[in-house]
């Protein structure tokens, strides 16, 4: 209807383009002032919200991205409707971009949405009102970025082609290194993981020797972001650098936003996001030790311990998979100008992407003891083939 469209209008331009939060309780109150319209003005929202989540893609940002702004910004009732957005929005498209999340559509209809809201959050109309809001204040205040890949409905995806780890064979890896995270044993966490390793290596040698001899799909590097979240987001980024350098990708941070876009051809993006999850897992549960050690002794550790203990494990981690990746070219030197010319290609489309970068300086290791434990963690976390501890 005419009028309830005007409605909502008078109610997005008092709330959506203040700098304060002033005009949100009016518009609020504007949205709810008639309460025999709700379901109407739920249907509203839902078509506006499609708009503005189908502008984000637009400008760059994916589904995750925004839900982990929305997180960080907002709260978990905020972070639901988001995603009752996203999921009202992609219903139109029959197929999604890889790496697209995955969401569903629950309510029975969009003439239901506003009843079915009011009972899921149990909250009343003006609370949802002034969430909503918010959501779309958020959605509208965000800049363009680096796109990774197509948008949902662009035909380009469709032509798109990436060779990805075999479904079988990631299906190895994933439970290998489930198992080399949950067991007490170090020796069999070795086997475990090195056996992962050597799986995505064995991938990465294949596929760049098939793209050299033709008889394979042309391929072209892809990109993803990965969440680098707080805290210890400093620590993090540089261990996830560094597992991406080892595999042939380029990593880029955006402290702002709390996301690394990382570049490489799509099957090296998989095993980034696999061994960069699992070795964060592996040092969360080694600082975890150390420092119930540390209490046992009767020394309390702080913040600066933990900070310390994990940029000593991404430091000395980075020393390790390169040392590996170094190791694993040199055994098969033939081989060698075909993963050269992926290197350069995915150089070429980090620089593209990225024509201007800045070095971050990193917030200083401040203690002794959690630099020396998170060091001894790095050389006992499980990467690949077994190495003596580099020299400190």
């Known amino acids: 209807m005419r009028d309830l469209a005007e409605t909502v209008d008078r109610a997005f331009a008092a709330a959506l383009y203040a700098q304060d939060d002033t005009g949100l309780d009016t518009g609020a109150s504007v949205l709810v002032a008639e309460p025999e319209r709700w379901a109407g003005v739920g249907r509203e929202l839902l078509v506006r919200g499609e708009a503005y989540v189908r502008q984000a ?35 139109r498209y029959a197929r999604l971009p890889e790496r697209w999340t995955d969401t569903e559509v629950w309510w029975t209809g969009d003439d239901t949405y506003a009843e079915q809201l009011a009972g899921r959050e149990r909250a009343d109309r003006f609370t949802l009102a002034t ?66 390793q050597e799986l995505m290596a064995r991938h990465t040698v294949d596929e760049a020797l098939l793209a050299a001899s033709g008889k394979g799909p042309a391929q072209v590097p892809a990109a993803c972001r990965i969440g680098v979240e707080p805290p210890y987001e400093e620590a993090k980024a540089v261990l996830l650098d560094a597992v991406a350098t080892a595999n042939r990708c380029r990593a880029v941070w955006n402290s702002g936003f709390e996301f690394s876009t990382v570049v490489g051809f799509e099957s090296d993006l998989e095993a980034v996001e696999l061994l960069y999850t699992s070795l964060l897992v592996q040092g969360t549960a080694a600082m975890t030790r150390a420092e119930a050690a540390q209490r046992s002794g009767g ?62 300086r990193l917030r200083g290791a401040t203690d002794l003891a959690g630099w020396e434990h998170g060091t001894a963690a790095a050389d006992a976390a499980h990467v690949g083939r077994r190495s003596k501890p580099l020299p400190r």
């Open 57 to 91: 893609w637009e400008r760059g940002w994916r589904p995750a991205d925004v839900l982990r702004l929305v997180r960080r910004d907002l709260e978990e009732r905020h972070l639901r409707i988001t995603g009752d957005l996203i999921a009202a929005e992609a219903r």
């Open 131 to 196: 969430a909503v809001l918010e959501v779309f204040r958020l959605l509208l205040r965000l800049p363009s970025i680096e796109p990774v890949g197509p948008v949902p409905g662009d035909p380009a995806a469709d032509a798109l082609e990436h060779a990805h780890i075999e479904p079988r064979m990631l299906g190895r890896i994933r439970a290998l290194l489930a198992k080399a995270e949950a067991t007490t044993f170090p020796e069999e966490a070795e086997a475990l993981s090195a056996k992962a």
């Open 299 to 360: 020394r309390k550790r702080t913040k600066a311990f933990r900070q310390s203990f994990l940029l000593a494990y991404a430091s000395r981690l980075g020393q390790r998979l390169a040392e590996t990746a170094e190791h694993a070219a040199s055994e098969a030197p033939d081989n060698l100008p075909a993963l050269v010319a992926r290197e350069v290609a995915v150089t070429s489309r980090a620089e593209e992407m990225f024509p201007q970068t800045t070095t971050t």
